[in-house]
């Protein structure tokens, strides 16, 4: 499946109807899932392989993990609303995915390749969530792909020194989704890593 085609097939899944603040519940865009999900495609970390997508929202990476032809996918969110979207978003679709509701923490099992797009940490109630995303994702693969924080490099070589880290950025359209949201769209610079032990 070619890059576009994934795109437009992931744009026709359903949001959060309402989203949390404080667990830093941002959609991730269809060309921001569709860039990482290619990169790690091409790399040839899904075909075939057992894939977990952590703080999965609305499936949307685990969905395109399996459109792409990972055999396995394993969705993780703690919030249930976000674990009922993902489910129906991917029945819609026609895709089988496990969803399951629990503590990213709680996560046990083994894979090949976790895709991810943590909260970056950014409010005071989840201050180094993406730590504890990162920990728990070399827990279970030994290949990540996450969307983090353009400039996050440097932190990545400290907290891994052992990885092999490949880094591009990409823009990240943010439609306005919270009360404290100024503009009705704004575009971020995050950076899709590739990070391998």
């Known amino acids: ?6 795109e437009i097939r992931l744009e026709k899944l359903a949001d959060l109807s309402d ?3 404080e667990k830093e519940q941002y959609s991730t865009p269809a060309t921001v899932a ?18 977990y997508d952590l703080g999965c929202g609305n499936g949307i990476l685990g969905i395109g993990a399996k459109l792409l032809g990972a055999k396995e996918v394993v969705g993780i969110d703690n919030d249930l609303q976000a674990i ?12 089988a995915v496990e969803f399951k509701r629990c503590d990213v923490r709680e996560v046990e099992g083994k894979g090949d390749t976790v895709v991810m797009n943590p909260p970056f940490g950014a409010q005071r109630e989840n201050r180094h969530a993406d730590r504890i995303f990162l920990e728990k994702a070399f827990e279970l693969a030994h ?8 400039g996050s490099e440097p932190f990545l070589r400290a907290f891994l020194p052992q990885a092999v880290i490949v880094r591009f950025p990409v823009a990240f359209p943010l439609k306005r989704r919270f009360w404290f949201h100024k503009k009705d769209k704004k575009v971020m610079v995050v950076d899709i890593y590739k990070m391998a032990i």
């Open 84 to 95: 009922e979207v993902a489910r129906a978003n991917s029945e819609q679709i026609g895709v």
């Open 19 to 21: 989203p949390a603040a």
């Open 34 to 51: 569709s860039e990482l999900l290619h990169f790690a495609f091409m790399n040839g970390d899904l075909e075939d392989r057992v894939v």
């Open 1 to 6: 499946m070619k890059k576009k085609e994934l």
């Open 143 to 150: 290949v990540v792909y996450a969307i983090l924080n353009a």
